[in-house]
């Protein structure tokens, strides 16, 4: 637990003096601020947080907050990220990472990351796209899309990172545009708060390399028709006018509209993030028309730390060694004169 | 049921090798452990080598399923665990039909004649019984009927099943080789006591039968009691029998408590290394946070993250990991953190010869990273010094704040010795560049005027918020800076820092003659092999042979080319191609380096050396 500061800190404080070199009107920018503005609202102190990053162009991010850092190697942050926090689980770890860092070259780490559930954070950038090796399909690019390495079109058919997440056992999945600064700020703030885990997807556009690949979900004026913004306790209604909500129809999420077919709002299921069954959570990370979007899953369980720490406090209370020395001259010793 | 095909005068020996070989299930790991465990309390110098198959369970029987365990005792100094045997202890045919080379002509064989049954006769691939076709003529074969005497020996024990009787065959072996080297049962009775606290039925039986293959080999007087072997001269002190893998994680141990870091170890098992982090994963009353990772990258990665967060860390593996490792090893190197990569050698390359050693990794240690990335390369050399480079490794680390590449190999790390004991208080402390509090101006990138070390500002600490990465950085600040300038002068300063180590290591010493006619080299693990060897020609009247042994690889110690000009011949004996002495090539000039040696997963015989170095100085 981070003691609470005193002193109240502005998004300024976490700037650092380097200057951002992303391209002009990526949504990098979008969450850069975001996070500088969450980190106030956390309570936590500047010292004791660390961004962790692989490499790409979400990764520069590190160098421009001025915190503790670490700018990596391509897709390995994760295992970075754990032994900082196993090291200090006083310290609020943040790992920041592209989709082609997170599930291509560091596929493995992502999925046993989430597996483990150490008091973790993951921002993951996901343009569909290799932004800094300039153009390249991912391994969320659809089958069809066309990149400098795909020239007559993709075909590997993608990952969805949250089907990914939850399949390994991700406890907390959280995905947001990456147009909508509060939002973002106010999700990462719970993932902070969030014990284990967290996962946030961004849907991130990359202006230069895949430039709109959001736009039909994301911008301003199809975002509340085309997406279901979930939050826990709350019933999944959606739309403009708030009158399309999702309903379980045999095994399957329907789409209705209340006032229609006899359906009230009665009728429309009602977010439970923090269940921990991930069934339903997986329907909605699968869903097309709407897409879900704000805390999808929020599973409290208990992190490795925990279990760590409670087994350490045991094996240190029964054993009689508290130095070296005992273990060096306990046993079998023998002695030559 | 006894026949001595061969009457031999007993020999009075100052040393002798002894091989217990059976199928896997036979317990001959446990049966060498404890004959050279009450041997070492007896106050002989020990060396120990276990051969176990690859396979973990192989069928019963077979030739590829022998397990084995050698033991070298002696009154004398003993560095390794001998070439030939003066005792082979076969239990079954298998085990008899793949160690029979290693034995000494004229010497002895126990066998279990129960075993040597048609069908296992069959599995070992033998036409004739080699017990009744007058192939082992030339040895003294003691046939034993060891299966039926053990059955005999329980048949009032109650609760044991047929298994259970069976399994214990191997302690009428070790209570024969007891009685035979005039070693005392009590460490082993103690043993069955301690291990089988409950259940008592095994304490009974067990103990039953090493008294039944003690008083067999008293009763029938036909085995001599000719090896008395006493103690050896050994400097005074506390002892353990300490196995090379032990010693390494040990060494970690006492390196944390010195430095006063908590230590983290970031691991993915691997042969022959996963042993160190078994040995780790037991010591969380120390506080050591040991993590098991689905990776050898991500094993190395949590180190450095644990690094970068302030405590001793350590990742540990062999060969094939360290290839994986590469990447983030040079990650480190630049971000210039203090870390520990134990590299136990197997035979290579790719998965090679696993339970096999080599000395392979030597190149891939120096070289094996992209761009200009020089680490502090070690060895250890024995079993017991594992424990004192494990602790050097962490103390150069820390105090130079750079990687540290650990060399062991398969055939030290799983080879046990005596150590003499090294309380905390006899070690040397270890500094670390830790800034505690926050001063004006304070850098990451700062260094030691010395050491060239830099900073360690660590997460937590007010003040000290910094960013480092694997872009190239500013020689202050450690922000990026990719100048070309500034390029070449931090290249040339992580060269440095790593050349400076050498004003903190100790010079390379000679043994046997510091001038004269050949100097005989190595590195690592091969210390015993080659100091027994160069110890014998010397005792031949050779006084003109000396020997030099690196532990300190890269930088190497300063003194180096003034010792080999002291020698008219220098000969570089490893277990490669030929590695190191390309190393010494580049390094030194004028000098003629031949080489030697031996790339079969074996250490180096005693013969193929004596025979070479007498070739020599002709
Ligand atoms: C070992 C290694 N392989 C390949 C690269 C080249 N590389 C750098 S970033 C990158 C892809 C980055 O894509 P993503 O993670 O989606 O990040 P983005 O740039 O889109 O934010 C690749 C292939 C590298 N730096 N290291
Ligand atoms: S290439 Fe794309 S992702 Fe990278 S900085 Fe530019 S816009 Fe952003
Ligand atoms: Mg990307």
């Keep these: ?337 | 049921m006894i026949t001595e095909k061969l009457k031999l005068q007993p020999e009075v020996l100052e040393a002798v090798v002894i091989r217990f070989v059976g199928d896997s299930g036979d317990g001959m790991q446990l049966t060498g452990t404890q004959f050279s465990d009450t041997s070492a309390m007896f106050g002989n110098d020990i060396a120990t080598f276990p051969n176990y198959p690859s396979e973990i369970r192989a069928p019963q029987g077979s030739l590829y399923g022998v397990s084995g365990f050698q033991v070298h005792i002696g009154s004398v100094e003993v560095s390794t665990p001998g070439d030939n045997l003066d005792l082979l202890v076969a239990m079954n045919p298998a085990g008899l039909k793949t160690n029979l080379y290693a034995l000494k002509p004229g010497h002895t064989i126990i066998v279990d004649t129960d075993a040597f049954n048609k069908k296992n006769l069959e599995k070992a691939q033998y036409d004739t019984n080699p017990l009744e076709d007058h192939s082992l003529d030339n040895y003294r074969v003691i046939q034993v009927d060891m299966t039926s005497l053990t059955k005999e020996a329980l048949k009032n024990v109650e609760g044991l099943d047929n298994k259970a009787i069976t399994r214990s065959k191997n302690m009428f072996a070790l209570g024969m080789v007891y009685w035979m080297y005039g070693r005392a049962k009590e460490h082993t009775i103690d043993f069955f006591n301690k291990k089988f606290k409950t259940k008592p039925h095994l304490i009974e039986s067990n103990t039953k039968v090493l008294n039944a293959g003690y008083y067999f080999a008293e009763t029938l007087e036909l085995i001599p009691n000719a090896y008395t072997i006493s103690p050896a001269k050994m400097p005074s002190g506390t002892y353990r029998v300490i196995m090379g893998n032990t010693a390494t994680a040990w060494g970690f141990l006492a390196a944390a408590e010195k430095s006063g870091l908590e230590l983290f170890l970031g691991s993915y098992p691997i042969t022959p290394a996963t042993d160190i982090l078994h040995e780790m994963v037991k010591h969380k009353h120390f506080g050591v946070k040991a993590f098991q990772a689905e990776d050898e990258i991500a094993g190395i990665a949590s180190a450095i993250g644990a690094a970068f967060a302030g405590d001793l860390a350590i990742t540990t593996t062999s060969g094939p990991g360290l290839a994986l490792k590469g990447e983030a090893l040079g990650l480190a190197m630049i971000m210039e953190l203090p870390l520990v990569v134990v590299n136990v050698q197997r035979g290579g390359p790719s998965t090679g010869l696993p339970t096999k050693t080599e000395q392979s990794d030597l190149m891939q240690a120096m070289y094996g990273r992209n761009g200009e990335s020089p680490v502090i390369v070690i060895a250890a050399s024995t079993p017991a010094n594992c424990f004192n480079f494990a602790f050097q490794a962490a103390k150069l680390a820390l105090e130079h704040m750079t990687p540290v590449i650990l060399l062991t190999d398969g055939y030290i790390a799983n080879g046990s010795a005596p150590w003499k004991i090294q309380s905390m208080e006899e070690l040397p402390e270890i500094k670390n560049n830790i800034t505690k509090t926050a001063y004006e101006n304070w850098q990451p990138y700062t260094r030691n005027e010395d050491t060239l070390a830099r900073n360690w500002g660590i997460p937590g600490t007010p003040g000290l918020e910094h960013r480092i990465g694997g872009l190239e950085k500013d020689s202050v600040t450690g922000n990026v800076n990719q100048a070309p300038e500034n390029h070449e002068k931090m290249t040339k300063i992580r060269a440095e820092k790593v050349k400076r180590v050498q004003n903190y290591i100790p010079e390379i010493k000679t043994e046997f003659a510091d001038s004269g006619d050949l100097l005989v080299v190595g590195w690592g693990g091969t210390y015993g092999s080659l100091h027994s060897a160069v110890k014998q020609v010397n005792l031949e009247g050779y006084k003109n042979i000396g020997f030099a042994h690196f532990n300190y690889i890269n930088p190497l110690p300063k003194n180096t080319e003034a010792l080999f000009k002291r020698f008219k011949k220098i000969l570089v004996c490893e277990l490669n191609n030929g590695q190191f002495v390309n190393i010494l090539r580049m390094n030194f000039n004028g000098f003629e380096f031949l080489q030697f040696n031996k790339i079969q997963g074996l250490p180096f015989g005693n013969n193929e050396l004596l025979d070479e170095f007498k070739k020599l100085v002709k």
């Design chain 1, 1 to 337: 637990m981070e003691a609470i500061v005193e002193k109240k800190y502005t998004y300024k404080d976490f700037e650092s003096d380097q200057e951002v070199r992303w391209c002009p009107g990526c949504d990098d920018y979008v969450i850069l601020r975001s996070m500088q503005k969450a980190l106030p609202e956390m309570g936590v102190k500047k010292e004791e947080v660390v961004f962790v990053s692989g490499i790409g162009c979400s990764s520069r991010f590190p160098y421009y907050m001025n915190t503790y850092g670490m700018h990596s190697i391509h897709g390995r942050a994760p295992g970075i990220a754990s032994g900082i926090k196993l090291a200090n689980p006083k310290l609020s770890v943040w790992v920041m990472t592209g989709d082609g860092d997170a599930m291509a070259i560091g596929g493995n780490h992502f999925i046993h990351v989430l597996r483990r559930n150490i008091d973790l954070n993951i921002v993951l950038f996901n343009n569909e796209i290799y932004g800094l090796t300039k153009g390249q399909f991912s391994p969320t690019s659809v089958v069809g899309q066309k990149t400098k390495s795909s020239p007559y079109g993709n075909t590997q058919p993608p990952f969805n990172p949250g089907e990914l997440a939850l399949g390994a056992n991700a406890r907390f999945f959280a995905r947001i545009g990456g147009n909508v600064p509060k939002d973002i700020s106010q999700i990462l703030v719970e993932a902070h708060k969030f014990k284990g885990t967290s996962l946030i997807e961004v849907l991130q556009n990359c202006v230069i390399f895949n430039d709109g690949c959001y736009n039909n979900i994301t911008n301003k004026d199809v975002k509340e028709d085309k997406q279901i913004y979930l939050e826990h306790g709350k019933p999944m209604i959606f739309g403009k006018n708030r009158d399309k909500g999702l309903i379980l129809n045999k095994l399957k999420l329907e789409v209705v509209t209340i006032g229609e077919n006899g359906i009230t709002e009665a009728d429309i299921l009602v977010h439970n993030a923090k269940e921990k069954d991930p069934t339903m959570h997986q329907m909605l990370v699968r869903l097309e028309y709407p897409v879900a979007t704000g805390i999808i899953r929020s599973f409290d369980d208990v992190t490795l730390e925990e279990r760590e720490d409670a087994l350490t406090k045991q094996v240190k209370a029964n054993s009689k060694f508290t130095k070296t020395n005992d273990l060096f001259f306990s046993g079998e010793i023998y002695m030559v004169n």
